[in-house]
T-cell receptor
Framework: DQQVKQNSPSLSVQEGRISILNCDYT??????FLWYKKYPAEGPTFLIS?????DKNEDGRFTVFLNKSAKHLSLHIVPSQPGDSAVYFC???????????FGTGTSLTVIP | EPEVTQTPSHQVTQMGQEVILRCVPI?????FYWYRQILGQKVEFLVS????????KSEIFDDQFSVERPDGSNFTLKIRSTKLEDSAMYFC????????????????FGPGTRLTVL
């Protein structure tokens, strides 16, 4: 069963515009949500997180929004840069803290 | 900057053979993890390890899999008798302390080992 879902396998955005990556989850017991970025031939790299008690967290060009009632989170990248082109994984941690659940990833291409 | 390292970067093996994938987590981290990603699919959790024992494991982590921290630095994943469907990218990760009520610290991932089972 897929507890974390990313329904868009790919996204293309013009440089300078906003990139919005979406993620849905099913388990209301998740405590933290995270976004990871992955370049080819590298491991995932942590980008930004949000606690389940918040609805927004911002770090520079990256903002994560959490809508608990809809079990939905999104990552906004503004402005998008060509170096942002990568696969972005949404992940969630349950309240035991021992297991991360990953989505299938969204491949973002930022066009110069 | 400290990083998680993994060796080898690519392992090719015959079906039925044993493989050991090696990881060196970040030195002051206490929690260790293995994940795998079959080509074109999602990153899947395999196992978490803390205080020299398995904390949690997924359904994928059956009797063919085992993990070990043989010394103070290495963390290994052993597959006893490899199957074709074990072909995947295997990622090791480590983190500083437990998430949830005790606070949060993200996992740091290694670059992965590509396992090819022929």
């Amino acid at each position: 069963d897929q507890q974390v879902k990313q329904n868009s396998p790919s996204l293309s955005v013009q440089e300078g515009r906003i990139s919005i990556l979406n993620c849905d989850y099913t388990n209301s017991m998740f405590d933290y949500f995270l976004w990871y970025k992955k370049y080819p031939a590298e491991g995932p790299t942590f980008l930004i997180s949000i606690s389940s008690i918040k609805d927004k967290n911002e770090d520079g060009r990256f903002t994560v929004f959490l809508n608990k009632s809809a079990k939905h989170l999104s990552l906004h990248i503004v402005p998008s840069q060509p170096g942002d082109s990568a696969v972005y994984f949404c992940a969630a941690i349950d309240n035991t803290g021992n297991q991360f659940y990953f989505g299938t990833g969204t491949s973002l291409t930022v066009i110069p | 900057e400290p990083e998680v390292t993994q060796t080898p970067s690519h392992q090719v093996t015959q079906m039925g053979q044993e493989v050991i994938l090696r990881c060196v987590p970040i030195s002051n981290h206490l929690y260790f993890y293995w994940y795998r990603q079959i080509l074109g699919q999602k990153v899947e959790f395999l196992v978490s390890f803390y205080n020299n024992e398995i904390s949690e494991k997924s359904e994928i982590f059956d009797d063919q899999f085992s993990v070990e921290r043989p010394d103070g630095s290495n963390f290994t994943l052993k597959i006893r008798s490899t199957k074709l469907e074990d072909s995947a990218m295997y990622f090791c990760a480590s983190s500083g302390w437990l998430a949830g009520g005790q606070g949060f610290n993200e996992q740091f991932f290694g670059p992965g080992t590509r396992l090819t089972v022929l």
